[in-house]
């Protein structure tokens, strides 16, 4: 059983940063596609970031700003938010795809395992 365990989350102001982590419990963690969404109240999720061990990628509105990372030994995935806005705020949700291919990382539908998800909130 895949879990995801998120942490990092929490309430900042408009311009600072915030560093999401995603641990997760994995036998191969490079056989994985891990991915960030968020989704807003009344939104659709939307596509923030991902990394497999061949790429990553980024959604339009998060692109300069965030950064993603993985600590393969430790089997964690990392967001850093920086210049966050109020638009950023949502809940975050990690995700992991063991089935991954050459353009799949935006599609939360092609995700299989879940995180419970973790709020931020960026106020102006």
């Known amino acids: 059983q895949v879990q995801l365990q998120e942490g990092g989350g929490g309430s900042v102001q408009a311009g600072g940063s915030l560093r999401l982590s995603c641990a997760a419990s994995?036998?191969?963690?490079?056989?994985?596609?891990m991915g960030w969404f968020r989704q807003a109240p009344g939104k659709e999720r939307e596509f923030v970031a991902s990394?497999?061990?061949?790429?990553?990628y980024y959604g339009d509105s998060v692109k300069g700003r965030f950064t993603i990372s993985r600590d393969v030994p430790i089997k964690t995935v990392y967001l850093q938010m920086n210049s966050l806005k109020p638009e950023d705020t949502a809940l975050y949700y990690c995700a992991a795809d063991p089935n991954y291919f050459s353009g799949s990382h935006y599609d939360p539908s092609l995700y299989e395992y879940w995180g419970q998800g973790i709020q931020v909130t960026v106020s102006s």
């Open positions: 994995v036998r191969s963690f490079n056989s994985y596609q």
């Open positions: 990394a497999s061990w061949q790429s990553k």
